[in-house]
């Protein structure tokens, strides 16, 4: 008898362990089909490709929590990936102790290394997360030795430049559509700026916001759109002290 017998899988195991892998990749193919594509340039303009029902079901009931608990729930259709959405891109600017700039910080900086570039890349992209602000039907009353309830809306300064202000929730403006940027990015502008005026010794500063709206595809197809000018749309959060 040779000193290293060889040994072979049980044949049951075997088909257990083939059950486990078709199960396996069932739902990773599952969730390929389920994943959106597009936005697709038509001549109607951007079209978004759905997926098939049937695989967006099953990955919805079953392959979705299986894979999210293989941290492999993700379809890699990234934020930075989808053309449509306008080019963002920030100003920081470092003001004295008079309100005078005596620098400005642009963000994502050409100048960084790549993870930082991502990363800026991403803290503007958060920034221009605005959001509709549909005005109340009526006015409320506070209560009494209560403030009145306000808002941070956009409020259009001249063309083409906006700022953060905050109105009484009866006042916002009910004769043209109106944005407001989310709490989200409120809290981000007010900290990153915070940050910046103490890593640069700076009294205050104000974070700009500086949004382009993409090429429409529709331009592939109509020539009367090809010399319509983008201009850049500023958006000032305000100046905030260190």
Request: charged share 20%.
């Amino acid at each position: 008898m040779p000193r290293h017998a060889a040994t072979t899988t049980p044949r049951h195991l075997l088909w257990v362990l083939n059950a486990l892998l078709l199960f396996h990749f069932t739902w990773v193919f599952c969730g390929a089909l389920a994943a959106p594509s597009g936005p697709w340039a038509t001549a109607e303009g951007e079209t978004l490709a759905t997926p098939p029902q049937f695989a967006f079901t099953l990955h919805t009931a079953f392959g979705g929590p299986y894979l999210k608990c293989l941290h492999l729930a993700s379809n890699f259709h990234f934020l930075t990936n989808r053309p449509g959405l306008p080019g963002v891109r920030l100003e920081a600017r470092l003001k004295d102790d008079q309100g005078q700039i005596v620098r400005v910080l642009p963000f994502p900086d050409p100048g960084v290394s790549g993870a930082r570039h991502h990363r800026e890349s991403l803290l503007a992209r958060w920034l221009a997360n605005d959001q509709p602000l549909v005005p109340p039907p009526g006015e409320a009353i506070p209560a009494p030795n209560q403030p009145v309830a306000t808002v941070v809306i956009w409020d259009i300064v001249e063309p083409q430049h906006l700022r953060a202000k905050t109105v009484a929730v009866h006042l916002v403006p009910r004769d043209r559509p109106v944005m407001r940027p989310s709490e989200l990015s409120l809290v981000l502008a007010r900290s990153y700026g915070r940050y910046l005026c103490r890593e640069h010794g700076a009294a205050r500063v104000e974070i700009v916001r500086r949004t382009q709206e993409a090429l429409p595809p529709l331009i592939l197809f109509r020539e009367d759109l090809q010399n319509v000018p983008y201009p850049e749309l500023l958006s000032s959060f305000g100046d905030f002290p260190k």
